[in-house]
C-alpha cells in the first residue's frame, strides 16, 4: 500500500506564501507523475501543476509565475512554493502521485492525499 501525507498548509494574507509538501512512503518501486490539484468550494478538482519523473513540469495558467513545484525523488518527496497568493487560492490542495509497486510494475497506479487546506485572506 501507499500512503501520500501533506503538510504546510494554513492561513495566510493576500500577497503572502506558503510551501506545501507532500511524502510518499509505503511499497513504493518508482513513482512517475507527481502534482498538486486543488478543489475550492462548490468547485471541480483542477490541476495546478505537476512534475514528471524527467523533470517536466506543467502549471495551470491561473498560478504561472506564481506557484513553483519541485521533487526530491530520493525522498519521494513533491513541493509546491506557492508565492503571491491571491484569495481565489483558497482552496484544499491535493498531492497526487502515479506509482508503480512491486505488485503493479507495468502500470502506475493513481493515488491521492487527503488534502490540506490553503486559506488566503486578510
Known amino acids: 500500500q501507499v500512503q501520500l501525507v501533506e503538510s504546510g498548509g494554513g492561513l495566510v494574507q493576500p500577497g503572502g506564501s506558503l510551501r506545501l509538501s507532500c511524502a510518499a512512503s509505503?511499497?513504493?518501486?518508482?513513482?512517475?507523475?507527481m502534482g498538486w490539484y486543488r478543489q475550492a468550494p462548490g468547485k471541480q478538482r483542477e490541476l495546478v501543476a505537476t512534475?514528471?519523473?524527467?523533470?517536466?513540469?506543467n502549471y495551470a495558467d491561473s498560478v504561472k509565475g506564481r506557484f513553483t513545484i519541485s521533487r526530491d525523488n530520493a525522498k519521494n518527496t513533491v513541493y509546491l512554493q506557492m508565492n503571491s497568493l491571491k484569495p481565489e487560492d483558497t482552496a484544499v490542495y491535493y498531492c497526487?502521485?502515479?506509482?508503480?509497486?512491486?505488485?503493479?510494475?507495468?502500470?502506475?497506479?493513481?493515488?491521492w492525499g487527503q488534502g490540506t487546506q490553503v486559506t488566503v485572506s486578510s
Open positions: 509505503g511499497s513504493i518501486f518508482s513513482i512517475d507523475a
Open positions: 497526487n502521485a502515479a506509482v508503480r509497486t512491486p505488485r503493479s510494475y507495468y502500470t502506475a497506479l493513481n493515488y
Open positions: 512534475s514528471t519523473s524527467g523533470g517536466s513540469t
